[in-house]
Protein backbone atom coordinates (compact mmCIF):
# COMPACT_ATOMS: atom_id res chain seq x y z
CA UNK A 1 0.00 0.00 0.00
CA UNK A 2 1.16 3.32 -0.67
CA UNK A 3 1.67 5.58 2.30
CA UNK A 4 2.83 9.51 0.77
CA UNK A 5 0.73 12.37 -0.05
CA UNK A 6 -1.17 11.85 -3.21
CA UNK A 7 -3.49 14.04 -5.94
CA UNK A 8 -6.86 12.17 -6.79
CA UNK A 9 -9.23 13.82 -9.38
CA UNK A 10 -13.07 13.08 -10.60
CA UNK A 11 -12.47 14.75 -14.11
CA UNK A 12 -16.15 14.89 -15.23
CA UNK A 13 -17.85 16.53 -18.75
CA UNK A 14 -18.64 20.14 -17.41
CA UNK A 15 -16.62 19.72 -13.78
CA UNK A 16 -13.26 18.50 -12.16
CA UNK A 17 -13.25 18.12 -8.78
CA UNK A 18 -9.53 17.54 -6.61
CA UNK A 19 -8.55 16.25 -3.64
CA UNK A 20 -5.56 14.73 -1.68
CA UNK A 21 -5.44 10.86 -0.23
CA UNK A 22 -2.75 9.59 1.79
CA UNK A 23 0.16 10.34 4.90
CA UNK A 24 -0.39 10.36 8.16
CA UNK A 25 -4.80 11.18 7.62
CA UNK A 26 -5.17 7.99 5.65
CA UNK A 27 -6.99 7.57 2.41
CA UNK A 28 -10.47 9.14 2.35
CA UNK A 29 -9.92 12.35 0.38
CA UNK A 30 -9.37 15.91 1.65
CA UNK A 31 -8.60 19.15 1.00
CA UNK A 32 -11.63 18.58 -2.03
CA UNK A 33 -12.40 21.29 -4.43
CA UNK A 34 -14.56 21.97 -7.32
CA UNK A 35 -13.68 23.54 -11.02
CA UNK A 36 -16.05 24.29 -13.85
CA UNK A 37 -14.99 23.43 -17.13
CA UNK A 38 -16.09 26.76 -18.26
CA UNK A 39 -13.88 28.50 -15.68
CA UNK A 40 -10.79 27.30 -17.18
CA UNK A 41 -9.33 26.89 -20.33
CA UNK A 42 -7.54 23.77 -19.91
CA UNK A 43 -7.58 20.84 -17.28
CA UNK A 44 -4.13 21.60 -16.17
CA UNK A 45 -5.23 25.28 -15.69
CA UNK A 46 -7.57 24.05 -13.01
CA UNK A 47 -4.79 21.45 -11.77
CA UNK A 48 -2.14 24.51 -11.18
CA UNK A 49 -4.79 26.75 -9.70
CA UNK A 50 -5.74 24.08 -6.93
CA UNK A 51 -2.02 23.16 -6.41
CA UNK A 52 -1.21 26.85 -5.38
CA UNK A 53 -4.35 27.25 -3.27
CA UNK A 54 -3.32 24.64 -1.20
CA UNK A 55 0.41 26.01 -1.06
CA UNK A 56 1.64 22.50 -3.42
CA UNK A 57 2.75 24.09 -6.28
CA UNK A 58 6.05 23.44 -6.20
CA UNK A 59 5.57 19.75 -4.69
CA UNK A 60 6.29 16.03 -6.26
CA UNK A 61 3.19 13.87 -6.43
CA UNK A 62 1.98 10.96 -7.37
CA UNK A 63 -1.81 11.01 -8.76
CA UNK A 64 -5.02 9.34 -9.63
CA UNK A 65 -7.59 10.45 -12.45
CA UNK A 66 -11.09 9.15 -12.86
CA UNK A 67 -11.98 10.39 -15.74
CA UNK A 68 -15.19 10.49 -17.70
CA UNK A 69 -14.30 8.65 -21.05
CA UNK A 70 -12.19 5.57 -22.06
CA UNK A 71 -8.48 6.28 -20.27
CA UNK A 72 -6.00 5.23 -22.87
CA UNK A 73 -3.28 6.53 -24.39
CA UNK A 74 -1.51 9.48 -23.25
CA UNK A 75 -4.12 11.90 -24.85
CA UNK A 76 -7.57 11.28 -22.66
CA UNK A 77 -10.42 12.77 -24.39
CA UNK A 78 -13.37 13.75 -22.35
CA UNK A 79 -16.90 12.31 -23.37
CA UNK A 80 -18.90 15.51 -24.33
CA UNK A 81 -16.46 18.17 -22.89
CA UNK A 82 -13.84 20.97 -24.57
CA UNK A 83 -11.64 19.36 -22.31
CA UNK A 84 -8.66 16.50 -23.05
CA UNK A 85 -6.27 15.31 -20.61
CA UNK A 86 -2.53 14.85 -21.42
CA UNK A 87 -0.70 12.74 -18.86
CA UNK A 88 2.53 13.72 -19.99
CA UNK A 89 1.36 17.44 -19.27
CA UNK A 90 -0.11 16.70 -15.75
CA UNK A 91 3.36 14.88 -15.32
CA UNK A 92 5.21 17.86 -16.37
CA UNK A 93 2.86 20.09 -13.26
CA UNK A 94 3.51 17.25 -10.62
CA UNK A 95 6.69 15.58 -11.69
CA UNK A 96 5.14 11.71 -11.37
CA UNK A 97 3.35 9.97 -13.90
CA UNK A 98 -0.02 9.90 -13.38
CA UNK A 99 -2.77 7.08 -13.68
CA UNK A 100 -5.95 7.28 -14.95
CA UNK A 101 -9.02 5.20 -14.50
CA UNK A 102 -12.58 5.28 -16.23
CA UNK A 103 -14.55 7.68 -14.07
CA UNK A 104 -17.16 3.98 -13.48
CA UNK A 105 -14.09 1.58 -12.73
CA UNK A 106 -13.51 4.27 -10.03
CA UNK A 107 -17.00 3.99 -8.60
CA UNK A 108 -16.37 0.11 -8.83
CA UNK A 109 -13.49 0.28 -6.71
CA UNK A 110 -15.09 3.01 -4.33
CA UNK A 111 -17.32 -0.46 -3.51
CA UNK A 112 -14.84 -1.94 -1.55
CA UNK A 113 -14.45 0.87 1.02
CA UNK A 114 -17.92 1.35 1.45
CA UNK A 115 -20.27 0.65 4.85
CA UNK A 116 -23.38 -1.58 4.21
CA UNK A 117 -25.04 1.89 4.90
CA UNK A 118 -23.95 3.24 2.00
CA UNK A 119 -26.10 0.73 0.42
CA UNK A 120 -30.18 0.48 -0.42
CA UNK A 121 -31.24 -3.18 -1.30
CA UNK A 122 -33.73 -3.38 -4.29
CA UNK A 123 -36.45 -5.81 -3.85
CA UNK A 124 -34.85 -9.48 -4.60
CA UNK A 125 -31.93 -11.24 -2.86
CA UNK A 126 -29.87 -9.75 -0.27
CA UNK A 127 -26.80 -8.25 -0.76
CA UNK A 128 -23.54 -9.50 0.49
CA UNK A 129 -20.69 -7.98 1.28
CA UNK A 130 -18.40 -6.66 -1.53
CA UNK A 131 -15.14 -8.93 -1.44
CA UNK A 132 -12.44 -11.08 -3.36
CA UNK A 133 -14.30 -14.06 -4.91
CA UNK A 134 -17.29 -12.10 -6.46
CA UNK A 135 -17.76 -10.58 -9.58
CA UNK A 136 -19.82 -6.98 -9.47
CA UNK A 137 -21.03 -4.93 -12.30
CA UNK A 138 -21.35 -0.86 -11.45
CA UNK A 139 -23.84 1.04 -13.66
CA UNK A 140 -23.85 4.87 -13.42
CA UNK A 141 -26.43 6.83 -15.09
CA UNK A 142 -26.19 10.58 -15.28
CA UNK A 143 -25.32 13.20 -17.94
CA UNK A 144 -24.22 9.87 -19.80
CA UNK A 145 -24.19 5.83 -18.95
CA UNK A 146 -21.16 4.45 -17.60
CA UNK A 147 -20.84 0.78 -17.33
CA UNK A 148 -17.78 -1.05 -14.71
CA UNK A 149 -17.04 -4.29 -13.71
CA UNK A 150 -15.44 -5.58 -10.83
CA UNK A 151 -14.00 -8.81 -11.47
CA UNK A 152 -11.82 -11.17 -8.80
CA UNK A 153 -8.39 -12.10 -10.39
CA UNK A 154 -5.56 -13.20 -8.82
CA UNK A 155 -7.26 -13.24 -5.70
CA UNK A 156 -7.88 -9.65 -5.32
CA UNK A 157 -10.73 -7.00 -7.36
CA UNK A 158 -9.87 -5.96 -10.09
CA UNK A 159 -11.51 -2.99 -12.05
CA UNK A 160 -12.54 -3.78 -15.81
CA UNK A 161 -13.56 -0.74 -17.40
CA UNK A 162 -15.83 -0.31 -20.36
CA UNK A 163 -18.05 1.74 -23.14
CA UNK A 164 -21.01 -0.50 -22.56
CA UNK A 165 -23.11 2.25 -22.26
CA UNK A 166 -22.98 2.96 -25.96
CA UNK A 167 -24.13 -0.93 -27.09
CA UNK A 168 -27.06 -0.95 -29.29
CA UNK A 169 -30.57 -0.44 -27.93
CA UNK A 170 -32.36 -3.58 -27.89
CA UNK A 171 -36.29 -2.10 -27.88
CA UNK A 172 -38.82 -4.93 -26.51
CA UNK A 173 -41.89 -3.02 -25.66
CA UNK A 174 -44.57 -0.66 -27.85
CA UNK A 175 -42.89 2.23 -26.20
CA UNK A 176 -39.42 1.45 -26.48
CA UNK A 177 -39.71 0.64 -30.56
CA UNK A 178 -41.57 4.18 -30.98
CA UNK A 179 -38.58 5.34 -28.86
CA UNK A 180 -36.01 4.02 -31.42
CA UNK A 181 -38.06 4.47 -34.14
CA UNK A 182 -38.06 8.70 -33.14
CA UNK A 183 -34.27 8.48 -32.63
CA UNK A 184 -33.57 7.07 -36.11
CA UNK A 185 -35.75 9.81 -38.08
CA UNK A 186 -33.42 12.17 -36.49
CA UNK A 187 -30.56 10.46 -37.17
CA UNK A 188 -29.31 9.73 -33.24
CA UNK A 189 -26.94 7.13 -32.72
CA UNK A 190 -29.46 4.71 -30.93
CA UNK A 191 -27.79 3.07 -28.23
CA UNK A 192 -28.34 2.16 -24.90
CA UNK A 193 -26.61 5.52 -23.38
CA UNK A 194 -29.62 7.59 -25.55
CA UNK A 195 -32.29 6.57 -23.41
CA UNK A 196 -30.84 5.02 -19.81
CA UNK A 197 -29.52 8.54 -19.07
CA UNK A 198 -30.80 12.46 -17.88
CA UNK A 199 -30.50 13.44 -21.56
CA UNK A 200 -32.56 10.00 -22.33
CA UNK A 201 -35.19 11.24 -19.75
CA UNK A 202 -36.05 14.46 -22.22
CA UNK A 203 -35.74 12.79 -25.65
CA UNK A 204 -37.69 9.87 -24.18
CA UNK A 205 -40.47 12.24 -23.07
CA UNK A 206 -40.08 13.99 -26.42
CA UNK A 207 -40.52 11.36 -28.44
CA UNK A 208 -43.56 10.01 -26.31
CA UNK A 209 -45.43 13.01 -26.52
CA UNK A 210 -45.32 14.00 -30.32
CA UNK A 211 -42.44 16.21 -29.84
CA UNK A 212 -43.27 18.29 -26.53
CA UNK A 213 -40.29 18.79 -24.49
CA UNK A 214 -39.85 19.43 -21.00
CA UNK A 215 -36.46 21.47 -19.81
CA UNK A 216 -35.02 19.30 -16.87
CA UNK A 217 -34.96 15.56 -16.29
CA UNK A 218 -36.13 16.31 -12.96
CA UNK A 219 -39.55 17.54 -14.52
CA UNK A 220 -40.02 14.10 -16.06
CA UNK A 221 -39.31 12.38 -12.68
CA UNK A 222 -41.44 14.56 -10.68
CA UNK A 223 -44.08 13.96 -13.54
CA UNK A 224 -44.84 10.62 -12.47
CA UNK A 225 -48.32 10.05 -11.79
CA UNK A 226 -49.56 13.35 -12.50
CA UNK A 227 -48.56 13.28 -16.35
CA UNK A 228 -49.64 10.21 -18.33
CA UNK A 229 -46.66 10.72 -20.83
CA UNK A 230 -44.10 11.01 -17.52
CA UNK A 231 -45.43 7.58 -16.02
CA UNK A 232 -44.92 6.03 -19.81
CA UNK A 233 -41.20 7.14 -20.02
CA UNK A 234 -40.19 6.35 -16.12
CA UNK A 235 -41.64 2.82 -16.43
CA UNK A 236 -40.34 2.07 -19.83
CA UNK A 237 -36.49 3.65 -18.57
CA UNK A 238 -36.47 1.80 -15.64
CA UNK A 239 -37.66 -1.18 -17.37
CA UNK A 240 -34.99 -1.17 -20.09
CA UNK A 241 -32.17 -0.62 -17.31
CA UNK A 242 -33.07 -3.64 -15.76
CA UNK A 243 -32.68 -5.42 -19.08
CA UNK A 244 -29.67 -3.86 -19.53
CA UNK A 245 -28.54 -5.05 -15.95
CA UNK A 246 -29.30 -8.61 -16.76
CA UNK A 247 -27.13 -8.07 -20.05
CA UNK A 248 -24.49 -6.90 -18.02
CA UNK A 249 -24.09 -9.69 -15.51
CA UNK A 250 -24.36 -12.03 -17.81
CA UNK A 251 -21.91 -10.45 -20.00
CA UNK A 252 -19.25 -10.10 -17.09
CA UNK A 253 -20.22 -13.16 -14.85
CA UNK A 254 -21.36 -10.58 -12.01
CA UNK A 255 -23.72 -13.23 -10.19
CA UNK A 256 -22.26 -11.48 -6.95
CA UNK A 257 -23.68 -8.01 -6.93
CA UNK A 258 -25.05 -5.11 -9.40
CA UNK A 259 -25.17 -1.52 -8.07
CA UNK A 260 -26.73 1.13 -9.54
CA UNK A 261 -24.94 4.55 -9.07
CA UNK A 262 -26.06 8.60 -9.49
CA UNK A 263 -28.83 10.55 -8.60
CA UNK A 264 -31.35 9.74 -11.49
CA UNK A 265 -31.73 5.92 -9.81
CA UNK A 266 -31.87 7.50 -6.55
CA UNK A 267 -34.52 9.83 -7.48
CA UNK A 268 -36.10 6.38 -9.32
CA UNK A 269 -35.67 4.09 -6.15
CA UNK A 270 -39.64 3.57 -5.69
CA UNK A 271 -39.73 2.35 -9.67
CA UNK A 272 -37.20 0.68 -9.52
CA UNK A 273 -38.82 -1.77 -6.89
CA UNK A 274 -41.52 -2.06 -8.86
CA UNK A 275 -41.64 -5.27 -10.52
CA UNK A 276 -40.89 -4.85 -14.18
CA UNK A 277 -37.18 -3.64 -13.14
CA UNK A 278 -36.53 -7.64 -12.16
CA UNK A 279 -38.88 -8.80 -14.77
CA UNK A 280 -37.11 -7.56 -17.39
CA UNK A 281 -33.57 -8.24 -15.55
CA UNK A 282 -34.29 -11.76 -15.48
CA UNK A 283 -36.11 -12.46 -18.50
CA UNK A 284 -33.58 -14.14 -20.42
CA UNK A 285 -34.42 -17.90 -20.65
CA UNK A 286 -31.61 -19.48 -20.35
CA UNK A 287 -30.66 -17.55 -17.44
CA UNK A 288 -33.72 -16.87 -15.36
CA UNK A 289 -32.46 -18.87 -12.53
CA UNK A 290 -29.02 -17.28 -12.35
CA UNK A 291 -30.28 -13.87 -12.89
CA UNK A 292 -32.96 -14.09 -10.05
CA UNK A 293 -30.22 -15.02 -7.35
CA UNK A 294 -28.18 -11.62 -8.20
CA UNK A 295 -28.63 -8.68 -5.85
CA UNK A 296 -29.04 -5.12 -6.78
CA UNK A 297 -28.73 -2.37 -4.73
CA UNK A 298 -28.29 1.78 -4.98
CA UNK A 299 -25.21 3.29 -3.78
CA UNK A 300 -25.99 6.19 -1.57
CA UNK A 301 -23.28 8.37 -2.16
CA UNK A 302 -22.02 11.18 -4.60
CA UNK A 303 -18.15 11.22 -3.80
CA UNK A 304 -17.81 7.75 -5.72
CA UNK A 305 -15.05 8.94 -7.94
CA UNK A 306 -12.58 10.17 -5.38
CA UNK A 307 -13.13 7.54 -3.11
CA UNK A 308 -12.40 4.89 -5.91
CA UNK A 309 -9.20 6.97 -7.34
CA UNK A 310 -7.91 6.91 -3.06
CA UNK A 311 -8.76 3.24 -3.53
CA UNK A 312 -6.43 2.69 -6.47
CA UNK A 313 -3.99 4.28 -5.16
CA UNK A 314 -3.81 2.78 -1.98
CA UNK A 315 -4.08 -0.21 -3.27
CA UNK A 316 -1.08 0.44 -5.49
Known amino acids: MRE ?3 LVADIGRQSVRF ?11 RDVRKFMTAEHPTFTSALVTYLSDLGLQDARLPSVLAVAGAARGDLINLTGSRWYISLSGVEAVLRERPRALNECAANALALTTLP ?12 RPVEAGGNYVVIGSGTGLGVAALITAGGKLVPVQSEAGHMSFAPVTADEKAFADYCV ?44 VCTRVVRM ?43 RMEGKAAFRRQLGEVPVALVNRNDLELLGAAAAYGNA
Open 185 to 228: ARAHQVDVEMLVSAPGLLLAYEALSGGKKLPKPEDVTRGVGRDP
Open 19 to 29: GLTGGEQGLAP
Open 237 to 279: WVEHLGAFAGDLAMAFGAWDGIFLTGAISRALHPQLCDPGFRR
Open 116 to 127: SSAFTTLPGPSL
Open 4 to 6: GLA
